[in-house]
């Protein structure tokens, strides 16, 4: 076993999905799987886009947050804000245990 640090490092959580985290040296870079709608693409095969980069990993997961709650209409800006804060909740929940 090698005590070198491999140069890109990962961080998956059902809870964050479709998105992970990888992570080197320098920075936090949030990602999310993305399965083309099989009417624009021929492959059809997953592939993974960016979404951001980040300093740490409360930025990082306020991204995902922010990326998750954004992909759906809402009625009120109560709704929305308040499905941000539930999942920034769950977040900070797994961060404190």
């Known amino acids: 076993m090698s005590n070198e640090k491999e140069y890109t490092r990962f961080i ?3 809870a964050m999905e479709p998105y992970f ?14 399965i083309p709608d099989a009417r624009y693409t ?3 095969k997953e592939y993974t886009k960016i979404v951001g980069h ?3 990993l409360g930025s990082a997961l306020k991204s ?3 990326d998750k709650v ?4 809402y ?5 929305y804000v308040t499905e941000y804060q539930n999942m920034i909740n769950s977040f900070t929940e797994k961060i404190t245990l």
Do not use: F, L, R
């Open 54 to 56: 980040y300093s740490n």
């Open 12 to 14: 998956t959580d059902p």
């Open 75 to 79: 009625d009120s800006i109560q709704s």
């Open 21 to 34: 985290i990888s992570m080197d040296d320098n920075c936090m870079t949030v990602n999310i799987k993305v």
């Open 70 to 73: 954004n992909s759906k209409s």
């Open 42 to 44: 021929d492959s059809g």
């Open 64 to 66: 995902i947050a922010k």
